[in-house]
């Protein structure tokens, strides 16, 4: 009978990890839905590939990875961190798997190879939009360190700390770093 309640409690915790990843997917599809509605006519995308060189489609590479990248954290958000990308659900842990072992905001660096690949297939230059586009990339920079670090430094303390002087914010490492065995979660 007492092994009645620590197989209860697994069920209920593999349960509650699988809703938050479903929620974290959700919110992070409808995220990439908005985003590939609104964006394309904003920044002048154009289907029409008639002019356009045929070395332009070798960016659609480095799109669909940025894409699957930040897909694939979004993920990482809900089943390691139990929660979502959005503020107001963030996750419930620090998530240090996968491409979090490279750079500690991956999820920021596959959108821009994401968006920057299909700037160069559909994209016209206009110095409006790529002043916007930078002001929008420092826009993200400031959220970065202003809100976010300071934020999860509150949130995980030391561990986050350690996490933070071993990977860098936007440049991946070219190995991944490996955390301390106590520091690692029950993943």
């Avoid at 390691?80 to 842990?93: I, L, Y």
């Avoid at 986050?160 to 190995?175: I, M, S, T």
């Avoid at 065995?181 to 993943?187: A, F, N, P, V």
């Amino acid at each position: 009978m007492t092994d009645a309640k620590p197989a209860q409690a697994a069920t209920t915790g593999r349960n509650h990890r699988w809703l938050a990843a479903a929620v974290s997917l959700a919110v992070g599809l409808s995220f990439f839905g908005l985003w590939f509605w609104l964006l394309p006519r904003w920044l002048g995308f154009t289907v029409d590939t008639a002019g356009a060189a045929r070395w332009r489609w070798l960016a659609a590479v480095p799109s669909v990875l940025g894409f699957a990248i930040a897909l694939r954290c979004v993920w990482d958000f809900g089943w390691t961190g139990r929660g979502t990308p959005v503020p107001v659900a963030p996750p419930q842990r620090l998530v240090v798997v996968g491409f979090y072992h490279y750079v500690r905001n991956p999820m920021y660096v596959g959108f821009a190879a994401g968006w920057i690949g299909l700037w160069v297939i559909f994209g016209h230059p206009n110095p409006k939009v790529i002043a916007a586009v930078g002001a929008v990339a420092v826009a993200v920079h400031l959220f970065v360190i202003l809100y976010e670090e300071p934020t999860l430094g509150k949130k995980f303390g030391p561990e986050y700390e350690l996490y933070r002087r071993n990977v860098r914010r936007w440049c991946p490492r070219l190995r991944a770093w490996e955390q301390p065995r106590r520091m690692m979660s029950d993943e």
